[in-house]
């Protein structure tokens, strides 16, 4: 019955216009590596998801994306991962090097579907082996958040270890490198308030307006009228174009819902960001597990 | 005078017009027929990445259970005539049987977890099942691929244009008879 169904609409179709897939399903647009459809994950595992994901995105180009979704609609688990691959098309185009974490909470379905680029690295046995022993135990106690970290930390791993190590850099002590050291984290959480300001601020001229003014001060600093007002142009427009730049920025962040705050955007500029995914394609490799 | 050069010109441009999108329409057909060939290369690598993986699982756990000897014969005889065949038509036949065969053989390791456990065995399954699902995947395409060249040549203008170059409708891939039912297995 649903066959002669398909038929009929196939054919219906056929006589209007475009032949669509017989099962065609409706995927959202992507929102970062990160997309937690089903509300599963606390916010905290999702920006330092995001944060990884983005800075092994530029370390290495591969792209992972990370997505739980509320219902399967109906189909298996790899063949929703592969469709959603073909309609995202995650990693790059010519290397085909993405990476899908896909779960399901209330199909209880997890699945990694891998680009065809990273199959020889991210074989289907290592991509078991990392569900079972990462992700599964933790999914059975209900931890979400640790069973995705884990999970996708060992994808990393594998894909690029550099980028692994890292991660697990950043995590530990920082070195303690005297005064000029100080100094410099002063400067950067100034710059950092400054620009959260002039970004919050949506409108764009204030940063010219603060750069001209800092122009002429420093004008006066070296008693020169003539400095002081080709300082205070050039700063000003230089001001005009950083609050441009983060107004827009901050903008576009806050429309995708991406994490605006200091820490939980790398600054908005370093760890690269999120900006579509780049036309890789996947052939049904990995592994899926349900629990 | 004037409007017989004009109905000439217009005729003219009618029929130039014309053969531009029959050369048009026929360089499409021939895109997708090699998409079509193309997308079944795909499947074939997928067949003999299954193949290469065989000999690994076999002999892992061959020694295992000695009283299931017969679906290691059945593994190796599709094996052979896998390689031994010419046309589509016989390697297909002899994946499906294969098909079964692999079948039949998960299904009796699920039935020893003391085997299902050990770390190797988990490790081929797991490759195993990932052919499985790049076989179904790279077919679903193979037949996408098909319907949208089928569905090109049976429309107009398709259905009149094609027959004139030798365009004739291609065949879907089927899954063979019984290889998607799990076969049951009794001790």
Request: glycine content about 22%.
């Given at each position: 019955m649903a066959k002669r169904l398909v038929v009929f609409s196939l054919a219906f179709l056929g006589l209007f216009g475009q032949v669509v897939p017989a099962f065609a399903l409706d995927f959202p647009e992507p929102e970062?590596?990160?997309?937690d459809f089903a509300n599963i994950l606390s916010s905290g595992t999702k920006q330092t998801l995001e944060q990884q994901l983005a800075q092994l995105e530029e370390d290495s180009s591969i792209e992972i994306a990370v997505v739980t979704v509320e219902s399967l609609e109906g189909t298996t688990v790899e063949d929703y991962a592969v469709r959603l691959f073909e309609d995202w098309?995650?990693?790059?185009?010519?290397?085909?090097n993405g990476v899908l974490f896909l779960i399901a909470p209330n199909e209880r379905e997890v699945r990694i579907e891998v680009g065809y680029g990273l199959e020889p690295v991210l074989t289907d046995g290592k991509c078991g082996r990392i569900l079972d022993n990462y992700v599964i135990p933790e999914f059975e106690k209900g931890d979400y958040d640790r069973g995705t970290s884990e999970g996708v930390a060992a994808v990393i791993k594998i894909v690029h270890p550099a980028t692994s190590e890292g991660i697990a850099g950043q995590a530990g002590v920082e070195e303690d490198d005297g005064g000029v050291w100080i100094l410099f984290v002063i400067g950067v959480i100034f710059l950092s308030y400054l620009s959260s300001f002039l970004a919050r601020?949506?409108?764009?001229?204030p940063g010219g307006i603060i750069g001209a003014i800092l122009g002429v001060v420093s004008g006066i600093f070296l008693a020169s009228v003539v400095i002081s007002v080709l300082a205070a142009v050039g700063l000003g427009i230089l001001g005009l174009i950083f609050d441009f730049i983060l107004s827009k920025n901050y903008k576009e962040r806050k429309q995708r819902g991406l994490p605006t705050s200091w820490w939980g955007s790398c600054g908005?500029?370093?760890?690269?960001?999120?900006s579509g995914f780049g036309g890789g394609r996947s052939g049904g490799g990995g592994a899926s597990r349900g629990w | 005078m004037k409007s017989l050069a004009l109905i000439l010109g217009a005729l003219g441009l009618v029929v130039v017009l014309g053969v531009v999108s029959i050369i048009g329409f026929y360089n499409g057909l021939v895109t997708k027929s090699q998409n079509i060939d193309g997308q079944w290369a795909q499947v074939e690598t997928q067949y003999q990445r299954r193949f290469d993986l065989i000999p690994n699982l076999v002999n892992a756990v061959?020694?295992?259970?000695?009283?299931?000897q017969k679906v290691f014969g059945d593994i190796a005889e599709a094996r052979t005539r896998y390689s031994g065949a010419a046309t589509v038509d016989e390697k297909v036949a002899a994946a499906g049987e294969l098909e079964g065969a692999l079948a039949r053989l998960l299904v009796i390791i699920e039935n020893y977890p003391e085997i299902k456990s050990d770390a190797a065995v988990m490790g081929l399954m797991d490759e195993l099942a990932g052919t499985e699902n790049r076989i179904a995947v790279e077919r679903r395409r193979f037949n996408d691929w098909v319907r949208d060249y089928n569905t090109t040549i049976k429309r107009i203008p398709g259905s009149l244009i094609a027959p004139m170059f030798g365009f004739s409708e291609r065949a879907y891939f089927e899954a063979v008879e019984g290889s998607e039912v799990a076969p049951t297995v009794e001790f």
């Open positions: 970062g590596f990160v997309n098309k995650i990693g790059k185009e010519s290397e085909d601020s949506k409108r764009w001229w908005g500029f370093s760890g690269g960001g999120f | 061959k020694g295992l259970f000695e009283q299931e």
